[in-house]
């Protein structure tokens, strides 16, 4: 099953130039250099912090237990400890996919509700998913792209789901912002339920992209 490393930060004043160095630079090359992990996406918050966020497609959560992935991790250079001390807000997930709904396309924005949910309701939202928001993928104005996502136990809060909008499309190239398709009744309907126990959302702008066969 697909998985994603998804994790947020945000540089101190006066390391951004320097924050966005080392991820084109380092912290995206070497993860895509590492057999399994398929592509990177970087994006600019619109609404919510931290401002930016990172996410690694893989072909299964397995690939964070490799080697590879293993080394990088317990010897970061000298570059990435630095980043690493110079920045707010960090979270990072682990996340197995679980559900996908819509076209097989990433977007110019991506809209991000992340939950937590008690275990009793984990089927609800996966069929509320299915019926209610899934209405939701196609209309005139943009194209969506519902993907869910179920977080490995030990992230940085205690969130179980990730669920992700791919937003392409004239609503999604809208300046400031496009409409956010997270912000909509049936999404409120949803937080409110009991099994909810906390909520949060931000929509974010699509700054860099890279492929696996991106210069290998």
């Keep these: 099953m697909e998985a994603m490393l998804f994790s947020q930060m945000a540089p101190l004043p006066g390391y951004e130039s320097r924050f966005q160095h080392w991820y084109d630079t380092e912290h995206v090359p070497l993860r895509m250099a590492l057999p399994g992990f398929l592509a ?26 490799s080697p ?5 991790r317990s010897n970061p250079s ?15 997930f682990i996340c197995e996919k679980i559900l996908d709904i819509g076209p097989d396309t990433r977007g110019d924005c991506l809209s991000v509700v992340a939950l937590n949910v008690l275990e009793p309701g984990f089927a609800t939202l996966h069929d509320r ?7 939701e993928v196609n209309n005139q104005s943009k194209r969506l792209r519902i993907i869910c996502y179920r977080i ?5 809060r205690d969130w179980t789901h990730i669920v992700l909008y791919e937003m392409s499309g004239s609503d999604a190239k809208k300046s400031p912002a496009p409409a956010d398709p997270a912000a909509s009744a049936s999404w409120d309907a949803v937080l409110k339920e009991p099994w909810v126990t906390k909520s949060e959302r ?3 702008r699509l700054i860099a992209q890279a492929t696996a066969t991106d210069g290998h």
Excluded: C, H
């Design 40 to 65: 990177a996406r970087r994006y600019r918050a619109i609404k919510g912090q931290p401002e930016y966020l990172a996410i690694y497609d893989v072909a299964d959560v397995a690939v964070f237990e």
């Design 68 to 72: 590879g992935f293993i080394e990088l």
């Design 78 to 92: 000298t570059l990435t400890r630095e980043m690493l001390g110079n920045v707010t807000g960090l979270t990072r």
């Design 129 to 135: 998913l299915r019926r209610e928001l899934s209405s």
């Design 152 to 156: 490995a136990p030990g992230g940085d």
């Design 202 to 204: 931000w929509l974010y």
